[in-house]
């Protein structure tokens, strides 16, 4: 299947008053065509500013890309112009930010923030971007829609406004969309909405989706491929049966102890992981996630493992690379 965005070596670093932040550290990774991949990690792992660099929206100063390159549709996206770029984003290339009351305008109606863009990349006119901005709300379930978009944000509530938000992200038919932790602020009802929506949109329309969490298990029937994340590298990349069911990293492994499943039945507290993820202005020498590892060996604290193959397309950054379908089958067993 043909690669749609092909990520290679990225580094993102912030320099600050306090010293250099190691925000994404030579991060490589691909998404294909009408793929869904998903990105995992704690606060602070480096997930969304992975993307925002990707998109060119890292604020500079303080931040800097200081190596790699982004391949989407042959073109390298760090090598662009800045007209190139804005002719890409929300167009062929577009985003849905986690906060959908601080990236929409509070003083600008929705219809003109949702035609602006249509008229722009479509070149339609005012009328038939306006048709267009109706359809779009319609489809992402927002009733009245015809009425509605001549509303301001703040007459939303928060499962409606992150509606606008993929209305607005899906407008220009991109071919990547990239979800930013759409679901976080909202009640677990709409939460599993705006999950469906973004399903049957990326089927209708044939689109490749990135979609970025903390949470674990929301990617079990969302994503084709996962990506876990920790301190702004990749630890580990595979499909996603091979993830659940044979992760090989201690962090994946931790994460998935970490969830509550419904299938069972247990009667002692989830397992957490111990310890806080490391600065990323010390960077710590050797695999960051060491000091919080129960596998780890005095290799680990000295020297960063890369990402290797131990199955088909399943890499991990490890050295030790435990079997964790029988640890997370011991640790079943043992709250059963």
Known sequence: MARLLDVQNLKTRFFTQNGVVHAVNDVSFHVNAQETVGIVGESGSGKSITMLSAMRLIPSPPGKIVGGEVMFQGRDLLKLSVREMRSLRGNRLSMIFQDPMTSLNPVLRVEKQMTEAIQLHLGMARSEAKARAVELLEQVGIPGARDRIRNYPHQFSGGMRQRVMIAMGLAC??????????????????????????????????????????DLSLLAGLADRILVMYAGQIVEQAPLHALYHHPRHPYTIGLLQSILRLDEQRQEHLKSIDGLPPSLV?????????????????????????????????????????????????SQSATA
């Open 282 to 330: 010390n960077y710590p020498q050797g695999c960051p996630f060491a000091p919080r590892c129960e596998f780890a060996i005095a290799k680990c604290h000295s020297e960063d493992p890369p990402l290797e193959p131990v199955g088909v397309n399943h890499q991990v950054a490890c050295w030790v690379k435990p079997e964790g379908a029988d640890i997370l089958q011991a």
């Open 173 to 214: 038919n991109p071919d990547l969309l990239i979800a930013d932790e759409p679901t976080t602020a909202l009640d677990v009802t709409i939460h599993a909405q705006i999950v469906e929506i973004v399903k049957q949109l990326k089927e209708e329309r044939g689109m490749a989706v990135i979609w970025i969490t903390h």
